[in-house]
């Protein structure tokens, strides 16, 4: 195999990738990259068995081949190098070399046949396109939702919950529950797949601004998402999910009105005085205000704010977890938000305000703490 390229191209490639470099690994060959050159075509592909990441980097190549090349070191070397062309090329049975402008470096390789087989979906997979802004925006919305649950594997990835109106993204760890809905994608017959939150995460972080669509096909055990020169590959999680449509509260008859970023504020402010292992707030809602009270009686210390808002409903005391409050309220984008109640036992519905763009996309549901 002998190529030349510009390192910072072929560097870009490598990072591209390497998020699904295992740090360790018991097998040592997944943590080498598999370069694969066809005529000016280099595929440069990286896989923890569990999630896989291929690319493409335009090359002006001498001799096609492939090796399977030690992934730490040659991002170490080409994040060291400034942008220059550089030359690889394999030496002999078992070792490389990268030759740029007044250097060069030898580095041992696998052979290819070694890396692991890397399998997509079947002849039967389902097909859609999402827009990636859209996809970008559902996965952020709710993958800070989801649980670290061994017991119920399901609950510890996003549900792509697919019919032919719309989507909807949903992410929950049983305190708390985040619908993301678009109707930018639909299907001719209604399906679903449950994505782990570390190909989400990592699936949110590689797709650009540039990409203006991503391919998706699944099946009953991996899913392929192909967007750009990408293709991301990964094992499904394997479960029933939860009839999630169930818990949405459709009643809730006191409802609050307020700026997100004030309430927020106030929240992160008086949470300080909560008890450290509880985190509880205590919401005092009567028409036009609302009043957050926090207190640890073991530390003799408390705290309490008033806050004038638009609420119309019966006078409410409602505590919750501070910290999953601010969970929902930090990451939605919305001026104004609406919080909807039933009672103090009962879940709390929130959404954007009505006038809000997102108002029809998002809205999460916050399990209330008894009050003492």
């Known amino acids: 195999m002998e190529f030349n390229v510009s390192s910072a191209e072929l560097l870009k490639g490598m990072m ?8 360790k690994s018991a097998l040592p060959i997944l943590e080498y990259f598999l370069f694969e ?15 896989t990441l291929r690319t493409e980097v335009e090359v002006d190549a001498k001799e096609d081949g492939s090796i399977a090349a030690p992934a730490s070191q040659l991002i170490a070397l080409f994040k060291a190098l400034p942008d220059q062309p550089v030359a690889i090329r394999t030496t002999g049975e078992s070792s ?30 389902q097909s859609l396109v999402f827009p990636a802004e859209t996809l970008i925006e559902g996965i952020s919305s709710t993958i800070y939702a989801t649980a670290d649950d061994e017991m119920r594997p399901a609950m510890n990835g996003i549900f792509f919950d697919i019919t032919p109106e719309n989507t909807t993204l949903v992410a929950s760890d049983s305190h708390k529950l985040i619908c993301y809905t678009t109707a930018d994608v639909k299907a001719e017959e209604p399906a679903s797949f449950i994505l782990h939150k570390k190909p989400a995460g990592v699936l949110r972080s590689t797709v650009s601004k540039e990409d203006e669509e991503v391919k998706v096909a699944f099946d009953s055990s991996s899913v392929v998402f192909t967007f750009g020169s990408t293709v991301m590959i990964c094992r499904l999680v394997v479960g029933k999910y939860p009839k999630y449509r169930d818990v949405i509260p459709q009643n809730n ?3 609050l009105r307020i700026d997100r970023e004030q309430l927020l504020s106030t929240v992160r402010r008086i949470s300080v005085f909560a008890n450290k292992a509880s985190n509880h707030i205590k919401f005092d809602l009567k028409e036009g205000q609302l009043e957050l009270t926090a207190q640890d009686l073991g530390f003799a210390i408390a705290a309490y704010e008033k806050l004038n808002c638009d609420y119309s409903g019966e006078d409410l005391t409602i505590g919750f977890k501070s910290s ?26 929130i959404v954007p305000s009505e006038e809000e763009s997102a108002s ?13």
């Not at 050159?37 to 999630?51: H, V």
């Not at 999953?324 to 519905?349: G, H, P, Q, W, Y």
């Open 96 to 125: 490389f070399e990268c030759v740029w402008g007044n250097g060069n470096s030898s580095l041992p390789f696998f052979p290819a046949a070694d890396f692991p087989e890397i399998k997509g979906v079947s002849d039967e997979a």
């Open 16 to 23: 591209d990738v390497s998020k699904a470099v295992p740090v």
């Open 37 to 51: 050159l066809r005529g000016n075509t280099l595929r440069i592909t990286a896989s923890d068995q569990e999630l």
């Open 324 to 349: 999953f409050l601010v969970d929902i309220l930090a990451n939605m984008s919305c001026e104004t938000i609406v919080l909807k109640f039933a009672d103090s036992r009962r879940a709390a519905l």
């Open 360 to 372: 029809e996309k998002l809205c999460g549901i916050l399990m209330p703490i008894m009050v003492s």
């Open 253 to 255: 008859s006191n409802v």
